[in-house]
T-cell receptor
Framework: DTEVTQTPKHLVMGMTNKKSLKCEQHMGHRAMYWYKQKAKKPPELMFV???????INESVPSRFSPECPNSSLLNLHLHALQPEDSALYLC??????????????FGPGTRLLVL | GESVGLHLPTLSVQEGDNSIINCAYS??????FIWYKQESGKGPQFIIDIRSNMDKRQGQRVTVLLNKTVKHLSLQIAATQPGDSAVYFCAEKAGGTSYGKLTFGQGTILTVHP
C-alpha cells in the first residue's frame, strides 16, 4: 500500500480566512513533505519533516505553518494568504530521509483557490 | 544554480509505439533519480527510480537509463497505451545537506493517439 490521502480535495478561501490542509499516511513512513505546484509547472518543495521534526523549510512565507502532530499526520495551516498562493498543494511521504529509503509517494493534492 | 531539465516539452505517439522521454541534469552530486507520471487533476505517481551506481533499470513496460558521463536520464515506455497519456517528470536528489529534497524537471506532456 502506497497511499497518501489529503483533505480537502478543493478549498476556496478569502485572504482573511484561516484554514488547514490535512495529509495522512499509514505506511509507517517517518518522513513527510509539503509541495506547492502551480499550473503547468513542476512541484516545488516547501517543507520536510523527519521523525515529526521540521528538517527543511525552503524559505516559505510565515503565512504557511506546517505541523506534524504524529508520525501519520501532517497539517499545513494557512492564514492571510494571497491570490498568488492559489495552487495544488501536494503531500508526500517516504520511509525516511536516509539513502535507500527516500522514495517519495504523493497524495492526490488539495487544489486551493484564494480570492 | 543546479537544475534538472527536459529536452522536449511535448511528445505525441501512436498507440503501440515505444516512447522515449529525456531529461538532462546538471548536478553531478545527484545520486538518486525518479520518474513520476502525473495525470490531470492527480498527484505525481511513482513510476521507476534509479541510483547513480546503476545505468539501467527495468520495470513493467518501462526502462530508465542513466548516463552519468553526459548527465542524461531517459524513460522508455514500451507499447505505449492511451492510459499512458500524462505529464512525466524526472526528479533528482542530491546527497549531503540537500537530503530529502527532490528537484523536479519541467515535465514532458505525453499524448498517445489511439
Amino acid at each position: 500500500d502506497t497511499e497518501v490521502t489529503q483533505t480537502p480535495k478543493h478549498l476556496v478561501m478569502g485572504m482573511t480566512n484561516k484554514k488547514s490542509l490535512k495529509c495522512e499516511q499509514h505506511m509507517g513512513h517517518r518522513a513527510m513533505y509539503w509541495y506547492k505546484q502551480k499550473a503547468k509547472k513542476p512541484p516545488e518543495l516547501m517543507f520536510v519533516y523527519s521523525y515529526e521534526k521540521l528538517s527543511i523549510n525552503e524559505s516559505v512565507p510565515s503565512r504557511f505553518s506546517p505541523e506534524c502532530p504524529n508520525s501519520s499526520l501532517l497539517n499545513l495551516h494557512l492564514h492571510a494568504l494571497q491570490p498568488e498562493d492559489s495552487a495544488l498543494y501536494l503531500c508526500a511521504s517516504s520511509q525516511a530521509l536516509f539513502r535507500g529509503l527516500e522514495t517519495q509517494y504523493f497524495g492526490p493534492g488539495t487544489r486551493l483557490l484564494v480570492l | 544554480g543546479e537544475s534538472v531539465g527536459l529536452h522536449l516539452p511535448t511528445l505525441s505517439v501512436q498507440e503501440g509505439d515505444n516512447s522515449i522521454i529525456n531529461c538532462a541534469y546538471s548536478n553531478s552530486a545527484s545520486d538518486y533519480f525518479i520518474w513520476y507520471k502525473q495525470e490531470s487533476g492527480k498527484g505525481p505517481q511513482f513510476i521507476i527510480d534509479i541510483r547513480s551506481n546503476m545505468d539501467k533499470r527495468q520495470g513493467q513496460r518501462v526502462t530508465v537509463l542513466l548516463n552519468k558521463t553526459v548527465k542524461h536520464l531517459s524513460l522508455q515506455i514500451a507499447a505505449t497505451q492511451p492510459g499512458d497519456s500524462a505529464v512525466y517528470f524526472c526528479a533528482e536528489k542530491a546527497g549531503g545537506t540537500s537530503y530529502g529534497k527532490l528537484t523536479f524537471g519541467q515535465g514532458t506532456i505525453l499524448t498517445v493517439h489511439p
